[in-house]
Nanobody, 126 residues
Framework: QVQLVESGGGLVQTGGSLRLSCKFSGVSFSSFNMGWFRQAPGKEREFVAALNWRTYSTLYADSVQGRFTLSRDNAKNTVLLQMNSLKPDDTAVYYC???????????????????WGQGTQVIVSS
């Protein structure tokens, strides 16, 4: 059984930073992607970033490129999302996700997700 547990959300001022963590277990695909999506109030869930666990290839949404960075801790089966220069528009519930596949592009549409985490709230105050 796959489990994805997010942590690290919170309240931060514009320009500040937060780091989200997603610890996963039970993932048995030979090649898979770990990623982040977010959903703001009244909006649809949108892709943020993804990383292929085998190739280390990454993909970022245009809206976060250059501000957010993915990294990984292999020993802890954890994917990290470092979020810098945060803006009020980044306010959302952030969800960790896993998708079988060989490229993080697999995750971008949100249609091929195998499992979701419970979400963690990020609030950026102006």
């Amino acid at each position: 059984q796959v489990q994805l547990v997010e942590s690290g959300g919170g309240l931060v001022q514009t320009g500040g930073s937060l780091r989200l963590s997603c610890k996963f277990s039970g993932v048995s695909f030979s090649s898979f992607n770990m990623g982040w999506f977010r959903q703001a109030p009244g909006k649809e869930r949108e892709f943020v970033a993804a990383l292929n666990w085998r190739t280390y290839s990454t993909l970022y949404a245009d809206s976060v490129q250059g501000r957010f960075t993915l990294s990984r801790d292999n020993a802890k089966n954890t994917v990290l999302l470092q979020m810098n220069s945060l803006k009020p528009d980044d306010t959302a519930v952030y969800y960790c996700a896993v998708a079988e596949g060989i490229t993080p592009l697999t995750m971008k549409s949100g249609q091929n997700i195998n499992d979701w985490g419970q979400g963690t709230q990020v609030i950026v105050s102006s």
